[in-house]
T-cell receptor
Framework: GQNIDQPTEMTATEGAIVQINCTYQTSGFNGLFWYQQHAGEAPTFLSYNVLDGLEEKGRFSSFLSRSKGYSYLLLKELQMKDSASYLCAVRGGYNKLIFGAGTRLAVHP | GAVVSQHPSRVICKSGTSVKIECRSLDFQATTMFWYRQFPKQSLMLMATSNEGSKATYEQGVEKDKFLINHASLTLSTLTVTSAHPEDSSFYIC????????????FGPGTRLTVT
């Protein structure tokens, strides 16, 4: 079966660092995506990992371990506008994306 | 580049009527378009995969006769919700991949459907 797990909710303080974990068990794997989604809006692309290791892009970093079926998204120097849902998605066969339920992050002053 | 639009952004319809939602890639040719549905506080669920000029491939549990998908060109796909019922009320999002790069999906802004 297909299973992608991530925490439902997290809270953090402005200026801090937060790590959002994602574990997956899927029948195929062609890369892992992280998306940000504000309420009522479409997801926006944050990062893509296909090989093991860390990908850094400004305040956002994403890590992948294929052997462990594990990824995390690291957000540094948190800002209030980072309050959103963060979706972990695995790309399987035929370019299909399988999404986790999302992690709602609340950033407080 | 890589902008995807959806129309309408919001629609309210009466139970039993049909609603058509358009998904357009504005500045690129989309080899494949995907249709998702998202219920409140839940994640995106893939409904179907659509390739230009061929029949859509539906995910298990999605009724193809209720959710009609037409991919008429490399820039346009439409989703028609036929005989809509209140339980069809949801946020419908399309995405598209382009010919040059197939790893990233570009998402449209979504369509909020409310069936009364």
């Amino acid at each position: 079966g297909q299973n992608i797990d991530q925490p439902t909710e997290m809270t953090a303080t402005e200026g801090a660092i937060v790590q959002i974990n994602c574990t997956y068990q899927t029948s195929g794997f062609n890369g892992l995506f992280w998306y940000q989604q504000h309420a009522g809006e479409a997801p926006t692309f944050l990062s893509y990992n296909v090989l093991d290791g860390l990908e850094e892009k400004g305040r956002f970093s994403s890590f992948l371990s294929r052997s462990k079926g594990y990824s995390y998204l690291l957000l540094k120097e948190l800002q209030m506008k980072d309050s959103a849902s963060y979706l972990c998605a695995v790309r399987g066969g035929y370019n299909k994306l399988i999404f986790g339920a999302g992690t709602r992050l609340a950033v407080h002053p | 580049g890589a902008v995807v639009s959806q129309h309408p952004s919001r629609v309210i319809c009466k139970s039993g009527t049909s609603v058509k939602i358009e998904c357009r890639s504005l500045d690129f040719q989309a080899t494949t378009m995907f249709w998702y549905r998202q219920f409140p506080k839940q994640s995106l669920m893939l409904m179907a995969t659509s390739n230009e000029g061929s029949k859509a491939t539906y995910e298990q549990g999605v009724e193809k006769d209720k959710f009609l998908i037409n991919h008429a060109s490399l820039t346009l796909s439409t989703l028609t919700v036929t005989s809509a019922h209140p339980e069809d009320s949801s946020f419908y999002i399309c995405s598209a991949t382009r010919q040059a790069s197939t790893y990233e999906q570009y998402f449209g802004p979504g369509t909020r459907l409310t069936v009364t």
